[in-house]
């Protein structure tokens, strides 16, 4: 009997717009499959009660808003930006004429802005690459050429040399049928397989400005780099050398072979890139056979048994074992981390750093602290998971030298990892319909719950009774579960903005909140069964336990009474639907991308005033080609950077039968590409 693949059976709820095929290989059909947190988080008591014995609150319930160095990752903003300093946020910065919602298969812009494709799929990143051929690609060419999906984007200037920088992307995914005509689902060739396998990961590509515009184009430069599924990274932290990493191929438990379904990612202030691996379940086949661990795999949505039945489509395990649980039971153990990529040093391993915890990582910012402690903010992206913080130990190494960023390499290994509680300020008045309960909207305070000190030795001390630091370092959410840890509708990205240290989440959506069996509607996830998302704001004491937090957008049609802009005129912002990625421009705006845009128009970029008369004024900036999503925005002074992902993953079509023929038009296949968007003559919003 052949079985079909279970996209064809599943059915969208109208919560969003995605294809069914960008579920089936983005996150595995996560949306599709039972709610894997099914805790119930009664221990909080417990874990408190035991914590404030080993008296591990540290600092004051206070919360005190130290906004220090944290400003050193705001990007250059010249004249405009320094005119921002002391009014940062208030929507200069953000003045162009909106576009309007569409369909179109292009990059939609405002009036006045000019746009080009700075790196497509396939094009050539290292020497010796060949120019990209959509009907005879191989594995070897992949490797040296730029991956698939790009999601992630960060643009480092290169020291010295105006007009130059390094840009660093991830590869979140691959969508096979996109990728070759005639391809069977569940049935890949070898060469297909190690296509795929080379197509995830990271690019690191030098980029050239031209005089005066925004265009940037790839350069063969010296730090031109290409991480795939099959390059070694270092594990640091509890997990690294533990029971849980070993494998046949690695008894050391340390050395880990590729990144998979990296996400979203961060910039360090010492200038490396960090990356979130996400959905990393999806490409293990098989059960794992001691009842322990398949519990703790079904945590990560590990041991659906449909491997060829549209579940696992990609099927690696038919050509590299690690990839069958059955076979290598640890090997899926050594992915869903945070990574650091020094993209300075092409020939440095990089890192997956367990001490800030294994779960479906959206990405990781960091901020800090006036004293140098460094703070990395993550969530974890599925619905009704966690908000999680890490805070470093040691100071962070002042200076922009290559011994200080190696120093700083470290510092994400030895700290404490915290995970949220939230409480609402008015839960009698929350009935999850999306009705603000007060004036100021939705609010509340909030506690970080410590799970997990990592020493200066690497070695973790678990701060959850009946679990071993390494258990907390590689099932972190079963820790927090424990540790009565509030559950999040989707918490994508997670960071504070340079300018004012406030810290922003994008929660993308939740149809199942408040449906039989699930946590129901509270003033942090407010709305029953949630279709558009909400932007959560907080109030950090970034290296202390205590915030307060308020929503600063509950998202969806302007015109619905479920909607919320901060108390800003609804109708005067542009609708917005499912934010997924967060970035600051060089004022304190927050930027804002979607994924999966529930209100029947294509994904796009939106910018938000978070300050004074304009705060909550939301409007739209672009919008991306048919079937994709809107990634790794950058915002400066100069120009805009996104990623278009899985342009033309439209239910119905593939590479036999194109959805889009962006960015090259004609006939020609749809391609994954950064592009770079700027405006004539004159800077950003402004
Ligand atoms: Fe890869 Fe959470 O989106
Ligand atoms: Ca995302
Ligand atoms: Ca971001």
Not at 167 to 194: A, C, D, I, R, S
Not at 247 to 255: N, V
Request: net charge negative; charged share 20%; glycine share 12%.
């Amino acid at each position: 009997m052949s079985l079909k693949p279970l996209a064809l059976f599943v059915q969208h709820d109208g919560a969003s717009s995605r294809a069914s095929i960008t579920c089936q290989y983005k996150c595995g059909n996560a949306c599709f499959h039972e709610v894997p947190n099914t805790s119930e988080g009664t221990y909080f008591g417990d874990i408190v009660a035991d914590i404030s014995r080993r008296r591990l609150f540290r600092g004051s319930a206070a919360a005190v808003l130290a906004v220090g160095a944290g400003s050193l990752l705001a990007a250059c903003g010249g004249d405009e930006a320094d005119a921002a300093e002391a009014n940062p946020g208030t929507g200069i910065g953000t003045d162009f004429t909106p576009i309007a919602p569409n369909k179109q298969d292009a990059v939609v812009i405002p009036e006045g802005y000019e746009q080009g494709v700075v790196i497509r799929w396939g094009d050539p990143v290292l020497p010796g690459a060949p120019a990209f051929d959509f009907a005879n690609q191989t594995a070897a060419a992949q490797a040296k050429q730029f991956g698939f999906n790009n999601d992630f984007a960060a643009l480092l200037p290169i020291e010295g040399r105006d007009g130059s920088f390094l840009l660093v992307v991830n590869h979140e995914y691959t969508t096979e049928p996109y990728m070759f005509t005639g391809y069977t689902p569940g049935n890949p060739t070898k060469e297909q397989v190690e296509i795929a396998l080379a197509a995830h990961g990271l690019s690191v590509v030098e980029v050239k400005g031209e005089n005066g515009g925004g265009k940037l184009s790839p350069v063969m430069g010296q730090y031109n780099r290409r991480i795939t599924a099959t390059t070694e990274f270092t594990v640091t932290g509890p997990a690294a050398g533990s029971a849980f990493l070993k494998t046949a191929a690695d008894p050391t438990g340390t050395k880990v072979l590729g990144t998979l379904n990296n996400c979203s990612g961060g910039v360090t202030p010492w200038g490396t890139v960090l990356s979130g691996e996400e959905n990393f379940n999806q490409y293990f086949a098989g059960v794992l056979a001691d009842p322990a661990m398949q519990a703790m795999g079904k945590r990560y949505g590990l041991g659906h048994p449909g491997a060829g039945q549209g579940e696992m489509p990609r099927r690696w395990e038919l050509f590299d074992k690690r990839f069958d649980v059955t076979q290598e039971p640890n090997e899926s153990h050594r992915f869903g981390y945070v990574v650091e990529v020094d993209p300075w040093d092409p020939a440095a391993a990089p890192i997956k750093h367990s001490a800030l915890g294994r779960f479906k990582h959206e990405a990781a910012n960091i901020y800090v602290t006036a004293d140098g402690t460094v703070v990395a903010y993550s969530g974890d992206d599925e619905r009704f998971e966690y908000m999680y913080k890490f805070v470093s130990s040691r100071k962070i190494e002042p200076g922009n030298t290559a011994a200080a960023r190696k120093a700083n390499m470290g510092i994400l290994a030895q700290g404490t990892l915290y995970v949220a509680k939230l409480t609402g300020d008015h839960p009698d008045k929350i009935d999850g319909t999306g009705k603000a309960p007060s004036d100021k909207g939705f609010t509340g305070k909030g506690q970080w719950i410590p799970i997990l000190e990592t020493g200066a030795d690497g070695k973790g001390r678990s701060l959850v009774d009946g679990m071993s630091a390494e258990e907390v370092a590689v099932f972190t959410r079963v820790a927090g579960d424990k540790a009565g840890a509030t559950k999040m509708d989707r918490p994508e990205d997670f960071e504070a903005n340079p300018k004012t240290g406030k810290v922003y989440v994008a929660l993308t959506n939740n149809s199942n909140r408040g449906t039989e069996g699930k946590a129901a509607a509270d003033e942090a996830n407010p709305r029953n069964q949630n279709k558009s998302g909400q932007i959560l704001e907080l109030v950090d004491d970034h290296k202390g336990t205590a915030f307060t937090w308020s929503l600063l957008l509950v998202c969806g049609d302007p015109q619905a009474a479920d909607t919320y802009f901060a108390g800003f005129d609804k109708s005067k912002v542009s609708p917005i639907s499912c934010p997924d990625n967060l970035a600051f421009d060089p004022h304190g705006n927050l930027w804002i991308s979607t994924d999966g845009n529930a209100l029947k128009s294509n994904d796009g970029l939106f910018s938000v005033a978070l300050e004074g008369e304009r705060r909550g004024e939301t409007k739209q900036f672009l919008t991306v080609p048919i079937g994709a999503e809107t990634c790794g925005p950058v915002i400066t002074a100069d120009r805009v950077l996104v990623c278009v992902q899985h342009p033309g993953e439209l239910d119905g079509h593939s590479a036999d039968n194109p959805g889009s023929h962006w960015p090259d038009g004609g006939t020609t296949q749809p391609r994954p590409s950064v592009v770079a968007v700027w405006k004539k003559n004159g800077k950003i919003g402004v």
